[in-house]
């Protein structure tokens, strides 16, 4: 049961990666601009508010236009499949306790998500529904300020659910990628940071 509960807290914490240090936020930007894919990328999140609040993310594979994650918070160790396109970022393959490294992207794999991280076009009030959450683009024009640097200009994503009174906001840079998350339920709050991070670019 506790492993079910880190990998779900695990989800909750991390979905959503990567987007916001452009000095000029601009409506014709696309999702891929808000997820850099690179092999060996990696962004590093201090957390607050839960033990499994700080994440390492890495991505050791690319292909095409998908990229393997692993994000490792300290409990447990999540694989994720992410489809980039300018259209959106998909999430479409989530598995946990993935404590050795594979190449699925060359060995292969069986979808079992399809969660819209990020879905053009990236303009305020836009809104679209994974299951049974509903994500909204509430500013393009947020400022974040973070362990790794002040980011002007970032998205802000509002995520709620209707069998809950939480809210997640995730916050995304473009050409970074997601610099912060926030979990809010009234008094209680948990917080994702950027650190730190490494982007590898020209793969």
């Given at each position: 049961?506790?492993?079910?509960?880190?990998?779900?807290?695990?989800?909750?914490?991390?979905?959503?990666?990567?987007?916001?240090?452009?000095?000029?936020?601009?409506?014709?930007?696309?999702?891929?601009?808000?997820?850099?894919?690179?092999?060996?990328?990696?962004?590093?999140?201090?957390?607050?508010g839960?033990?499994?609040?700080?994440?390492?993310?890495?991505?050791?594979?690319?292909?095409?236009?998908?990229?393997?994650?692993?994000v490792?918070?300290?409990?447990?160790?999540?694989?994720?499949?992410?489809?980039v396109?300018?259209?959106?970022?998909?999430?479409?393959?989530?598995?946990?306790?993935?404590?050795?490294?594979?190449?699925?992207?060359?060995?292969?794999?069986?979808?079992?998500?399809?969660?819209?991280?990020?879905?053009?076009?990236?303009?305020?009030?836009?809104?679209?529904?994974?299951?049974?959450?509903?994500?909204?683009?509430?500013?393009?024009?947020?400022?974040?300020?973070?362990?790794?640097?002040?980011?002007?200009?970032?998205?802000?994503?509002?995520i709620?659910?209707?069998?809950s009174?939480?809210?997640?906001?995730?916050?995304?840079?473009?050409?970074?990628?997601?610099?912060?998350?926030?979990?809010?339920?009234?008094?209680?709050?948990?917080?994702s940071?950027?650190?730190?991070?490494?982007?590898?670019?020209?793969?």
């Amino acid at each position: 049961m506790r492993k079910i509960l880190l990998i779900l807290i695990t989800g909750m914490l991390i979905i959503g990666l990567v987007g916001c240090n452009n000095p000029q936020a601009e409506v014709t930007s696309k999702p891929s601009d808000y997820f850099p894919v690179g092999i060996n990328n990696m962004w590093d999140y201090l957390g607050e508010g839960n033990e499994y609040a700080s994440f390492i993310r890495e991505m050791p594979f690319v292909k095409n236009n998908q990229a393997q994650t692993y994000v490792d918070n300290g409990g447990t160790v999540v694989a994720e499949v992410f489809q980039v396109d300018d259209r959106a970022i998909t999430r479409v393959f989530f598995a946990g306790e993935k404590y050795e490294q594979e190449n699925m992207l060359e060995s292969g794999f069986n979808s079992n998500d399809q969660t819209v991280i990020l879905k053009s076009p990236l303009e305020k009030g836009t809104v679209w529904k994974n299951n049974n959450e509903t994500r909204e683009i509430v500013a393009i024009d947020a400022r974040v300020m973070t362990p790794a640097g002040d980011f002007s200009d970032c998205l802000q994503i509002k995520i709620t659910n209707p069998d809950s009174t939480s809210i997640v906001y995730e916050y995304y840079a473009a050409g970074v990628g997601m610099v912060k998350r926030e979990f809010i339920d009234g008094d209680f709050s948990v917080t994702s940071t950027l650190q730190d991070y490494n982007l590898v670019s020209g793969q």
